[in-house]
């Protein structure tokens, strides 16, 4: 299991080389280990090595992990994958953030069902911006619309955006596609004061969304190997 502490060390080094070359300040980019579909030993090999952020796709394994690991203090979770509306519940008694709120009826049940004794649920709003039928998100025309929604409920609270562009041949056409995200992001945090966090960049494109502002990268094979889906129960 120490190759994930070595992982973890060598993605953290990319990360600061990437904010040395697009002059980002060090240290201003989180890393978001995506464990889904690991076991909770390899978590607990991550989180002994410094590891706080743990982003989860499948709701009743994400449950399963923060029930499993209450122990270990300090760990955010971040749920990443599609929400269906009748496993809400879930994620609001259990996550520390969501990624993908994308519907009016999503962000009410998040809300509704986040319990009393909780802090409120941080969310970000997903943007389809390669415009993909087969990804969630809004468009960016849609944006105004739902941040003014989320705003104006109250268990939860607006960090930020996150988004999952299409595949692109290069670096450069990678930050292109970026660009409109990383300009409607900087005008929302400056109305919002609570809006800090891009969710943006994985492995494939960490370069691209690091020049393009990104606050938060998603990695997860590079940290935890390759994933076996063959005996997950979603």
């Known amino acids: 299991m120490t190759h994930i502490s070595d992982n973890l060390l060598r993605v953290k080094q990319d990360i600061n080389e990437l904010e040395t070359r697009f002059h980002r300040p060090q240290n201003s980019i989180s890393l978001l280990a995506v464990s ?14 410094g590891q706080r952020l743990f982003g989860e796709n499948y709701v009743q394994e994400a449950v399963a992990k923060h029930e499993a690991l209450s122990a270990y203090k300090g760990i ?19 996550m520390d953030w969501v990624h993908t709120v994308d519907r009016e009826k999503i962000a009410r049940r998040l809300s509704e069902q986040r319990p009393e ?25 849609e944006l105004g619309e739902m941040v003014d929604l989320v705003n104006s409920l109250p268990n939860i ?38 809006v800090d966090t891009l969710s943006i960049g994985m492995s494939n494109d960490l370069p691209a969304a690091i020049a393009s502002n990104s606050s938060l990268v998603r990695v997860g094979t590079a940290i935890f190997g390759a994933r076996d889906y063959s005996n997950l129960n979603k």
């Open 36 to 49: 889904k579909t690991k076991p909770t030993e390899d978590i607990i090999v991550a989180y002994n090595a």
């Open 117 to 141: 004794n909780m802090p409120p649920l941080n969310v970000l709003i997903q943007v389809n911006i390669s415009q993909e039928s087969t990804k969630a998100g809004i468009t960016l025309a």
């Open 157 to 194: 609270i607006l960090r930020g955006l996150m988004a999952i562009p299409a595949p692109q041949e290069s670096e450069e056409a990678q930050i292109d596609v970026y660009r409109p995200l990383a300009a409607a992001y900087e005008r929302l945090a400056k109305e919002n004061s609570q």
């Open 76 to 94: 955010v979770w971040h749920f990443i994958g599609p929400i269906q509306s009748n496993k809400s519940r879930q994620i609001a008694e259990t």
